[in-house]
């Protein structure tokens, strides 16, 4: 077991407010539900919370090239780090948060309260909120460091919680449209009809189509086609809703860049070999798998086979459905309800050195196309009840999730270069092929209780995480894989805290909470996607967990609100992973696997 308590840190945020501004769309806010006072720029802090809570409206994007990621929106709050090496926050393969002290994968996600996975990059049980929302549908978000809210339909939020809105239908009959252009054949159309209120109902249509070029050679294409649908139904006190998104993406992928690259005068602009065939096919010569010394070469500042590649491409097919209602139970108690339903097909392809095509023919060539197949089919259903007494706001509520998910290591030989952005079929070679059987259920129950004419606010809660994962691995593979099931679960994972309201204007607030992780799996990788040694090996692993406490002081005036807070975490059972082969080797041969400790 690994404990590793992260640094105890102070950040003070301050944002002023233009007193002249516009006001946020009522439906939008509304939407967004938000209970914290909203100024027109970003939301710093949550004001009346008794957990650290920052949140950005639609507003925010205002500043923003149009298209511009959710995720990326979140750079501009204090304390959070989002990069990309594209403009618009999209590209998934080189996109970090940093929140913390976590990275992307040990937050939650959240769209309108249907669970978004752990947004990895090879994903298993979800998707990003690039692709499930189209950026200009974006109502808001709400950012929880460190403590999420109990209720969130997570099972990674070691260290936060992100929850994304999406804007309600407008009232009014009308549409909106937008086309983008500019450098690098970048080229977006974007086009909404809202049909207004109909006696209580209404909804939207919307898409976008978006073609752009890599900024660094070789400029290759990269494309996005989304839609997006909602509609919403009032009756009386009860809502029903319905949302619907697909999206299509296919992505360019873009080297990494070193120190020791960058001193060998390879350039902030050096990327991948491409379209230079020759020289991508010298250096692969000097793979471990593929070495010939008559052949090798490297040429332009190049030194290891670890610098480049040919290519490289993520393909994403996603389908996400919902329901919603928001049903009155009286005059102090109500009943959400929530059912989604996600399917997704993926490809990730790399162009891997030293895993030569046609081998031991004259048509052998020192690359072969390596790619990361996978599938998602997952359903589940939220619901919450809460009932007001007295001085009690009380909440229960339960999440499950089944989740069928594959993800299968293919190489296709090849006989020469092309632009592979459409999907391949047919593969000549499998190094291993994994069914997961993913089951989830969550409990919780929160109780928050004011005193002193709410000046005081007491929260407490427990919530209670249960995910079992069974890996299968199918026969007729190169490498053996394990099969066997990994569950993490705790009875009772506790949160508590305490807010005061020293005047009006000024407050202060603590909390505690404890969290754990469901191990990773599919796509991500992690403690089932080893040999069956490996994993015999790894048998007693504990999920990672998360202990937070937090205090703060928040500040209110006319044109500014202000926030101080300190905060410490203590991160046990770190995962770490061990691979015996070269970084460009892992997960080519047999005996390239990964082992967890």
């Not at 948060?97 to 979800?126: A, H, M, V």
């Not at 049903?327 to 399917?343: I, N, Q, T, V």
């Not at 993490?488 to 506790?494: C, F």
């Not at 000024?506 to 404890?514: G, I, L, W």
Request: glycine share 10%; charged share 20%; proline share 4%.
């Amino acid at each position: 077991m690994l404990t590793r308590p992260l640094t105890i840190a102070v950040a003070l945020a301050l944002c002023a407010a233009n007193a002249d501004a516009a006001d946020v769309d009522a439906t939008a806010a509304a939407n967004v539900a938000l209970s914290a006072q909203t100024l027109d720029t970003v939301s710093v802090i949550g004001q009346g919370e008794t957990r650290q809570v920052q949140r950005i409206t639609a507003v925010d994007k205002e500043v923003l090239p149009p298209g511009t990621s959710g995720q990326k929106i979140l750079d501009r709050l204090p304390g959070v780090s989002v990069q990309s090496n594209d403009a618009f926050g999209a590209n998934e393969e080189s996109q970090t948060i940093s929140l913390r002290g976590f990275d992307k994968s040990r937050l939650g996600y959240t769209l309108d309260g249907i669970p978004l996975g752990d947004n990895s990059y090879g994903n298993y049980n979800g998707l990003s909120i690039a692709r499930a929302l189209i950026a200009e549908n974006l109502a808001g978000a709400e950012l929880s460091q460190g403590i999420g809210s109990l209720g969130v339909a997570s099972t990674s939020n070691l260290g936060g919680t992100i929850q994304y809105f999406s804007q309600d239908p407008s009232t009014e009959f009308g549409g909106k449209a937008s086309v983008t252009v500019g450098d690098d054949n970048q080229r977006r159309g974007y086009l909404r009809v809202d049909t207004g209120d109909i006696n209580g109902f209404s909804a939207y249509v919307s898409g976008v189509h978006q073609d752009s070029d890599m900024w660094a050679e070789p400029n290759q294409n990269q494309t996005t086609r989304q839609f997006n649908a909602k509609a919403i139904w009032n009756v009386g006190d009860n809502r029903f809703g319905a949302f619907a998104a697909t999206s299509r993406v296919s992505q360019a992928n873009y080297a990494y860049l070193s120190k020791s690259m960058l001193a060998r005068g390879l350039g902030w602009d050096w990327n991948i070999y491409a379209p230079d065939w020759d020289r991508a096919v010298a250096a692969a010569y000097c793979a471990p798998g593929t070495y010939n010394a008559q052949k090798c070469a490297f040429t332009g500042g190049v030194n290891s086979i670890d610098d480049a590649y040919y290519q490289s491409r993520a393909l994403r097919d996603d389908n996400l459905y919902s329901l919603d209602a928001d049903l009155a139970l009286g005059d102090s108690a109500r009943l959400k309800l929530l059912g989604y339903h996600h399917e997704n097909r993926g490809q990730g392809h790399w162009w891997a050195p030293g895993q030569p095509s046609n081998p031991g023919t004259p048509e052998m060539l020192p690359i072969s196309i390596r790619s990361t197949n996978y599938t998602i089919n997952r359903q589940g259903i939220t619901a919450a009840l809460s009932w007001q007494w007295g001085i009690h706001s009380l909440e229960a509520g339960l999440w499950y999730e089944r989740n069928d998910h594959n993800v299968e290591r293919n190489f296709y030989y090849i006989t020469g270069p092309f632009l592979d952005d459409g999907y391949l079929n047919h593969p000549d070679r499998r190094l291993f092929d994994q069914d997961f059987d993913i089951r989830t259920r969550q409990f919780y129950v929160q109780d928050r209780m004011r005193f002193l004419d709410d000046r005081l606010t007491v929260d407490v809660g427990i919530k209670s995480p249960n995910t079992r994962m069974t890996a299968n691995a199918k026969p007729g593979t190169e490498a053996s894989y394990a099969s066997g099931t990994l569950t993490a679960k705790e009875s009772v994972l506790p949160q508590a805290g305490i807010g005061f309201k020293l005047s009006p204007n000024q407050e202060v607030f603590a909390s505690y909470s404890e969290n754990i992780a469901a191990f990773v799996g599919g796509g991500s990788g992690g403690p089932l996607q080893v040999s069956p040694e490996s994993f015999a090996a790894s048998a007693g692993l504990e999920p990672e967990k998360s202990k937070t406490l937090e205090a703060g002081f928040r500040t209110f005036g006319e044109k500014y609100q202000a926030s101080i807070a300190a905060y410490h975490v203590t991160f046990d059972n770190r995962l770490l992973s061990l691979n015996p082969c070269t970084s460009i080797e892992v997960g080519t041969r047999p005996e390239c696997i990964t082992r967890f400790i």
